[in-house]
């Protein structure tokens, strides 16, 4: 059975049965801050767990995307273990417990396919319970009738679930199959968990954790709103059941991708490994890393994320460069993933056609992160053959780790390369010192990022206002002032209060508001809100849960009173201001997107009053020609004066009409359009102008990089960027001024000045070094003999370049006669510090002296180089003559 029928037949399931087929939300988890991607099917559904908000439905059914790195290393090794996974769920919120969803999960997997299930064997399935959930172990032996002794309880460990971070948690029902001897030892899934496969989890999620490490160690603070279902069937394993192979890697959605890799790198996969993951050789555990992070990349990047160092995007370069590496160890030394990506989207595609369609897209991050990897390890391998040569001469049998530990952490050359390379020339590495090294890293990035989480937050005030009076209704779109009534007060850490008075800073919230809260890069209104006899400043405006807007505010005048009425009134020039840099950026993202293609998507916006910020991916930087037509084109939209309308429609009549959506981004079924004229349509919440017209100019200011494939133009919009263009136009005409010159003159005439500064800086460093070199032969001539060794210790003229420095060791070391032993010093002072250089010859070298030993005694054991010329610094500059005797005085110890 294809993976894309298991899903079909699963949804159908619970759909029959009166669940809302729910689509899978992106795998960047956006709205949630602990967590890089969504790593479950419940992430999308949390807040209806803990009671943030009304659930739309009772029941929920869906196939999830999902990520998973902790266990990368097993990928590959193990019959389970997938970075990228689809996980089918079903969701009862406050509706179905326990026996509804065990016996709904023992119906769709033990129905024949003929019925449109997946024809189980019953006698094979193997449940597990928690050690005290005697209720679960009931209903698995008495109502659907397995044997006591396949029903296994287990600790906490194992069936007891929560997401890993504070949230809903409960305790679960694992379903396992016995896959039959062949795959490992008889006695259940606490004998062997690769013959006996988990391919179900059934949570029964009824409480609330707290905050601790591991899987064991976390209080439980209490029940849950309501009893709620929480199951995850592995879509994967499924697979690899329903269509008989040993593992994940070889189902459909999967396979073709380890095969193609098999036949680039002349492998024959499975020629040497058992049919459990113990007995795999170590040429198909690499096949099925590159099949697995093949398709995880794959996937990512068709969700919006790109390779970058930091976040989602180092997680993304992470497994791409684990492929990459994989293939090159197996043989195939070029670029692999034009080979393999496109495999792997006519896999998946079956399931997610929006791979094939966004392709040129996604193929375009993915070979430019290849090549930029394999630049990487050339300028990897020769730093690891420099490192070998200089441990080969000074006799040294290893690498040491600190060494193999800065060509991954700076260079990003892997570990794996570094003691293959090193084998081959005869070395080992100290593999102890990089682990140790690796693991100190690790936990470092671990205290940080356990110290930024701080779970999800106390949201009860906020739920309780909102639980109380509803959602609050925003009529900003139409209207700037509006005459509401106070229905709440919370003054510091959300308290209910009952009146504020002057200078008391509380949160507001109003049955209506006009103020625009925060959101889609748009900056919130701010204004003044009039109640009785008193007002207050509106300094910002949230929304901390979905439905209930909250202003932030300060009472400048009276006091406030819960249940009063007043008149909210925003700040109409600054909305005004910030409405034209919204619409200004819908425009700036549709033009980029004409220019560049499609693949120039949004990636993160500011909206601020007269100005904006836009982010979009593209793999290469953006000309200053396209940028220039990128400006014209939007002030040209501009001159046409289009008409700006915002319509409420169906997400899907929404993408028949082909308004863009963000990458990351979860959308409701409706879903609001913003559309000036026929030229730009965007699925948009925030507020705009009513024509372009009313832009008046828009000038871009820059364009920089901010990450790996990410881009960022930063924009000037009406008066604020006249005020710009004029400030530019009086530098200008000043410096026409200066130079008698018309403005259209100016920047040749400026060219030409800075190309004069330059050709006369390189005639004084010539002159520089004419007079610093000028005097070599007359110091040689005055070289002292100490102890046979004749000797030249001298001072540079102050400020002289490095180059010339070295240069004037080199030029006194070569008017000696070579037969004669001799070393020579140079100290330099400049801005305040002083620099050494010896320089010495063979015959000197013939006496055992080394040019890097003589500065590191001068220096105290700083600076560097080889036996003939070395050079260090960094002292302070009256140190220079005493550097110069500090020299002879190691000559004539040595």
């Known amino acids: 059975m294809k993976t894309a029928e298991i899903k079909r037949r699963y949804l159908a399931h619970f759909e029959?049965?009166?669940?809302?087929?729910?689509?899978?939300?992106?795998?960047?988890?956006?709205?949630?801050?602990?967590?890089?991607?969504?790593?479950?099917?419940?992430?999308?559904?949390?807040?209806?767990?803990?009671?943030?908000?009304?659930?739309?439905?009772?029941?929920?059914?869906s196939v999830q995307k999902c990520i998973r790195t902790p266990d990368i290393d097993e990928v590959g090794k193990t019959s389970r273990h997938g970075t990228f996974f689809q996980m089918n769920g079903n969701f009862s919120f406050g509706d179905y417990f326990k026996s509804g969803a065990i016996s709904l999960a023992w119906d769709l997997i033990t129905k024949s396919q003929a019925d449109g299930g997946f024809g189980l064997d019953p006698e094979r399935i193997w449940p597990t319970v928690y050690l005290d959930d005697d209720e679960a172990f009931e209903l698995w032996h008495k109502q659907v009738g397995v044997p006591a002794e396949r029903i296994v309880r287990r600790g906490k460990k194992d069936n007891f679930w929560s997401m890993g971070i504070p949230g809903p948690c409960g305790p679960c029902s694992e379903i396992f199959y016995d896959r039959g001897p062949e795959f490992g030892a008889q006695g259940g899934p606490e004998v062997d968990e690769d013959r006996y496969m988990e391919f179900w989890n059934l949570v029964f999620m009824q409480y609330e954790r707290g905050a601790g490490a591991g899987k064991e160690d976390f209080p439980i603070l209490g029940d849950l709103p309501a009893k709620n279902i929480d199951t995850g069937m592995g879509l994967e394993r499924m697979a690899s059941i329903l269509q008989g192979v040993d593992n994940l890697y070889e189902i459909d959605e999967v396979r073709p991708i380890l095969d193609r890799a098999a036949e680039l790198t002349g492998k024959r996969y499975g020629a040497h490994s058992g049919h459990a993951a113990s007995e795999s050789h170590p040429d198909d555990v690499r096949l099925r890393v590159i099949a697995d992070h093949v398709r995880t990349a794959l996937m990512l990047i068709g969700d919006g994320v790109t390779p970058s160092n930091e976040g989602r995007g180092y997680v993304l370069r992470r497994i791409m460069r684990r492929?990459?590496?994989?293939?090159?160890?197996?043989?195939?030394?070029?670029?692999?993933?034009?080979?393999?990506?496109?495999?792997?989207?006519?896999?998946?595609?079956?399931?997610?056609?929006?791979?094939?369609?966004?392709?040129?897209?996604?193929s375009q991050y993915a070979y430019a992160e290849e090549d930029a990897f394999l630049s990487t390890l050339r300028a990897g391998t020769t730093i690891l053959d420099t490192a070998i040569a200089e441990s080969k001469s000074a006799g040294k049998p290893a690498l040491t780790g600190e060494r193999a530990f800065q060509l991954h952490d700076t260079y990003g050359f892997p570990i794996d390369l570094t003691l293959e390379i090193a084998a081959e020339q005869g070395l080992t590495v100290d593999e102890d010192g990089f682990r140790?090294?690796?693991?100190?890293?690790?936990?470092?990035?671990?205290?940080?990022?356990?110290?930024?989480?701080t779970g999800h937050v106390d949201l009860s005030a906020y739920r309780g206002v909102l639980d109380n009076g509803g959602p609050v209704t925003f009529t900003g779109y139409t209207e700037v002032s509006r005459e509401s009534k106070v229905r709440a007060l919370l003054a510091g850490a959300g308290v209910p209060v009952e009146v504020a008075g002057e200078g008391e800073t509380?949160?507001?919230?109003?049955?209506?508001?006009?103020?625009?809260?925060?959101?889609?890069?748009?900056?919130?209104?701010?204004?003044?809100?009039?109640?009785?006899?008193?007002?207050?400043?509106?300094?910002?405006?949230?929304?901390?849960?979905?439905?209930?807007i909250v202003h932030r505010a300060r009472v400048v005048r009276g006091e406030v009173r819960t249940g009063e009425a007043g008149l909210a009134e925003i700040d109409v020039t600054r909305r005004r201001a910030i409405s034209r840099s919204h619409t200004a950026t819908h425009l700036v993202h549709q033009t980029m997107?004409?220019?560049?293609?499609?693949s120039a998507t949004q990636a993160g916006s500011l909206n601020a009053p007269g100005r904006l910020r836009f982010d979009f991916n593209t793999p290469t930087g953006v000309s200053p020609s396209v940028l220039a037509d990128v400006e014209q084109q939007v002030n040209e939209v501009l001159l046409s004066d289009l008409e700006v309308h915002a319509f409420i429609t169906s997400q899907a009549e929404a993408r028949r009409l082909g308004a863009m959506a963000l990458f990351g981004e979860k959308y409701g079924e409706e879903v609001r359009v913003v559309e000036v004229g026929d030229y730009a349509r965007e699925l948009c919440g925030g507020t705009h102008v009513a024509r372009s017209g009313q832009l008046g100019l828009v000038k871009i200011l820059s364009e920089s990089s901010i990450g790996s494939g990410v881009r960022?133009?930063?924009?000037?919009?009406?008066?604020?960027?006249?005020?710009?263009?004029?400030?530019?136009?009086?530098?200008?005409?000043?410096?026409?001024?200066?130079?008698?010159?018309?403005?259209?003159?100016?920047?040749?005439?400026?060219?030409?000045?800075?190309?004069?500064?330059?050709?006369?800086?390189?005639?004084?460093?010539?002159l520089r070094a004419q007079m610093v070199l000028g005097g070599a032969a007359a110091f040689a001539a005055g070289a002292r003999d100490v102890r046979g060794v004749a000797f030249v210790g001298v001072e540079a003229p102050e400020g002289a370049a490095g180059n010339d420095v070295r240069t004037l060791a080199q030029e006194i070391r070569g008017k000696i006669d070579a037969a004669r032993p001799a070393v020579v010093a140079v100290a330099a002072r400049s801005g305040g510090k002083a620099?050494?250089?010896?320089?010495?010859?063979?015959?000197?070298?013939g006496r055992g002296l080394s040019a890097g030993d003589l500065v590191k005694a001068a220096l105290s054991g700083r600076g560097g180089g080889n036996a003939d010329l070395a050079q260090g610094g960094g002292v302070p500059a009256d140190q220079a003559p005493t550097l110069l005797g500090t020299v002879e005085k190691a000559i004539a110890e040595a």
């Not at 000043?734 to 018309?742: E, H, K, M």
């Not at 920047?747 to 050709?759: G, H, K, M, N, Y």
């Open 593 to 598: 997107r004409n220019f560049l293609g499609e």
């Open 835 to 845: 620099s050494l250089v010896v320089a010495l010859n063979a015959a000197a070298k």
């Open 323 to 362: 492929a990459i590496r994989s293939v090159r160890l197996l043989g195939w030394q070029e670029r692999a993933l034009p080979e393999l990506l496109p495999v792997a989207r006519d896999c998946m595609s079956p399931s997610y056609p929006e791979l094939a369609e966004d392709f040129d897209r996604i």
């Open 436 to 453: 140790r090294l690796m693991a100190d890293q690790r936990s470092r990035a671990k205290a940080d990022a356990q110290a930024r989480k």
């Open 712 to 766: 960022r133009v930063e924009a000037l919009v009406g008066i604020d960027a006249f005020r710009f263009l004029a400030k530019e136009h009086l530098l200008v005409s000043r410096l026409a001024d200066l130079y008698r010159v018309p403005n259209e003159q100016v920047a040749d005439r400026v060219e030409q000045t800075v190309s004069q500064l330059r050709d006369a800086e390189k005639e004084l460093e010539k």
């Open 16 to 61: 029959a049965n009166g669940h809302a087929v729910v689509p899978s939300a992106p795998l960047p988890a956006i709205n949630d801050p602990n967590l890089l991607f969504v790593n479950a099917g419940m992430v999308q559904f949390v807040p209806y767990f803990l009671g943030q908000q009304a659930a739309p439905y009772q029941r929920a059914v």
């Open 506 to 548: 509380v949160e507001l919230v109003l049955d209506t508001t006009p103020f625009y809260a925060e959101g889609g890069g748009q900056q919130p209104d701010l204004g003044l809100i009039t109640v009785g006899g008193g007002q207050v400043e509106v300094l910002d405006v949230q929304q901390p849960v979905p439905g209930l």
